[in-house]
């Protein structure tokens, strides 16, 4: 059985960084896919960034330039480097992989991805 388990969330002051790591188990082959999502309070799920099994990445344009997403596939963990936050990237971070090979339009689409994470979470004061 598949599970994702992220950690490193927690409470930072804007301008500060935190690292992200998702675990993933229960697969003998790394995801081609895993993305990172996030949900604010009443605001829609938004993918962040993706990261497929060559590395390749994809940002969302309100954190790149910040933020850096890496996987490593021997560990089959996957990272998100999150530098210069605001209080705006506060929300609950959510890890996302799934194994079927498809277009790159779909790295930040959640509609993708069949399995999740529980969640972190990340509290940025200003």
């Known amino acids: 059985q598949v599970r994702l388990v992220e950690s490193g969330g927690g409470s930072v002051q804007a301008g500060d960084s935190l690292t992200l790591s998702c675990a993933v188990s229960g697969s003998t082959y790394s995801p081609y896919s895993m993305a990172w999502f996030r949900q604010a309070p009443r605001k829609e799920r938004e993918g962040v960034a993706a990261v497929d099994s060559d590395g390749s990445t994809t940002y969302s344009d309100s954190v790149k330039g910040r933020f850096t997403a890496s996987r490593d596939n021997a560990k089959n963990t996957l990272y998100l480097q999150m530098n210069s936050l605001k209080p705006e990237d506060a929300a609950m971070y959510y890890c996302?992989?799934?194994?079927?090979?498809?277009?790159?339009?779909?790295?930040?689409?959640?509609?993708?991805?069949?399995?999740w994470g529980q969640g972190t979470q990340v509290t940025v004061s200003s």
């Open positions: 996302a992989a799934d194994w079927r090979v498809r277009s790159t339009w779909y790295r930040l689409q959640s509609s993708y991805y069949d399995y």
